[in-house]
Every structure is written in C-alpha cells, then in structure tokens.
T-cell receptor
Framework: DAGVTQSPTHLIKTRGQQVTLRCSPK?????VSWYQQALGQGPQFIFQ???????QRGNFPDRFSGHQFPNYSSELNVNALLLGDSALYLC??????????????FGQGTRLTVV | AQKVTQAQTEISVVEKEDVTLDCVYE???????LFWYKQPPSGELVFLIR??????QNEISGRYSWNFQKSTSSFNFTITASQVVDSAVYFC????????????FGKGTSLLVTP
C-alpha cells in the first residue's frame, strides 16, 4: 500500500518564476492538505482540498493556489516566487474534511530552493 | 488563537537515558486534539499519537509515554531508554474545529541520542 507520494523531491527555481508541486494521497484517502516548513520551523498550514474544492486556508497569499483532481491527487502552485518561499513543502492526506478522528499521513516533501 | 510552544529547541542525551519533550498549548476551544509527530532526516512526518481534550488518561506505547494535563495545558512526551534511532525532530501539534482541524505545529524539538 503506497503511502503519500510527492514529486519532485528537490527543485531549484529563480525569483519571479512559477512552480507546481504534486501529491498523490495514501490509498483510500480523499483529502489533501499542504504545509510549508521553513528551515528550523514547524510546518505551517497552507490549505486543504476535499471533493476538488479548497475547504480551509491558512495565512498564505493568493500566490499560493492549488487543485485537486478526481483521483484525489493534488497540485500546489506558487506564482511570482520569492526567496522566502524556499522551504520544505509537505503534503498530508486524510479521510474526510472537518473530521477530528483521523490522523494525517505525510509525504516526504518537496524541497524548494528559490535563488 | 491557537498556539503550541515547544520550549526545548535541542536536547542531547546518551543512549539508554530517559528524555522528556515538553509541549504547552493555548486554545479557547473546549474540544481540541493534540498530536505528536516525529520527523527523521528523510523529512517525512511520522504520526505518533492523537489525544482528544476529553481524555486525560496517560498513554504508554512501548518505550513511549505521554502525559496530558489540562490544568497546565501540557502534553509532554517521554522516551524511556532512548536509542540512537530515536534521533529526530519531534513536533507537538494542536487542532480543533475552529481551525477546520488543520494541524497547528510547534517549532519542534531536535533530539540527538548518542551511543
């Protein structure tokens, strides 16, 4: 049973560029959440997708957008990259949105470096 | 507003020592959930435990134990007889309905266990 898979594992982009990160949830999971983890910090919630809609959003600018596909996989898009966007981007999958009795399973993340 | 504080940035112990990782949280919600995750160097967050606010029973799982005290808003994690494989960053997290059950993480405690 494959867990949460993310691609690519590492990425280097230039300031001002756009980037797309991808996530496939754990089998049987229908909800995908994205987190940004800066070096030495805890993960920060970006947003959550369920039934192909954004259901919850953290304190991130509109440059951060996402999408969920019918097969539950998800993309995170970041436009107009800033140096401060350099971080580990983690995808987490779970069952159902707004449910507390479920734990989130995390992928290994995509390390984004903006130069 | 919710907040999770892990005051210990780094802890270093010698193998077989016991070690306690502290977590203090703030929330106005009466129903909430507390978590511990382990992040090895590979980057993936590994779920360790979830505890809801109505269950103050301590829990033990092998060498791991958790002490939840609502009176002091703390959810501490103890590793007994630590091993080198326990070396990782450990995160405490909080979620509630007001946050759409998104995880609100502390900054983490880096644990180094040396032989």
């Amino acid at each position: 049973d494959a867990g949460v898979t993310q691609s690519p594992t590492h990425l280097i982009k230039t300031r001002g560029q756009q980037v797309t990160l991808r996530c496939s949830p754990k089998s049987g999971h229908d909800t995908v959440s994205w987190y940004q983890q800066a070096l030495g910090q805890g993960p920060q919630f970006i947003f959550q997708y369920y039934e192909e809609e954004e259901r919850q959003r953290g304190n991130f600018p509109d440059r951060f957008s996402g999408h969920q596909f019918p097969n539950y996989s998800s993309e995170l898009n970041v436009n107009a990259l800033l140096l401060g966007d350099s971080a580990l981007y983690l995808c987490a999958s779970s069952i159902g949105t707004g449910r507390a009795n479920t734990e989130a399973f995390f992928g290994q993340g995509t390390r984004l470096t903006v130069v | 507003a919710q907040k999770v504080t892990q005051a210990q940035t780094e802890i270093s112990v010698v193998e077989k020592e016991d070690v306690t990782l502290d977590c203090v949280y703030e929330t106005r919600d009466t129903t909430y959930y507390l978590f511990w995750y382990k992040q090895p160097p590979s980057g993936e967050l590994v779920f360790l435990i979830r505890r809801n606010s109505f269950d103050e029973q301590n829990e033990i799982s092998g060498r791991y134990s958790w002490n939840f005290q609502k009176s002091t808003s703390s959810f501490n994690f103890t590793i007994t007889a630590s091993q080198v494989v326990d070396s990782a960053v450990y995160f405490c997290a909080l979620s509630s309905s007001n946050s759409g059950y998104a995880l609100n993480f502390g900054k983490g405690t880096s644990l180094l266990v040396t032989p």
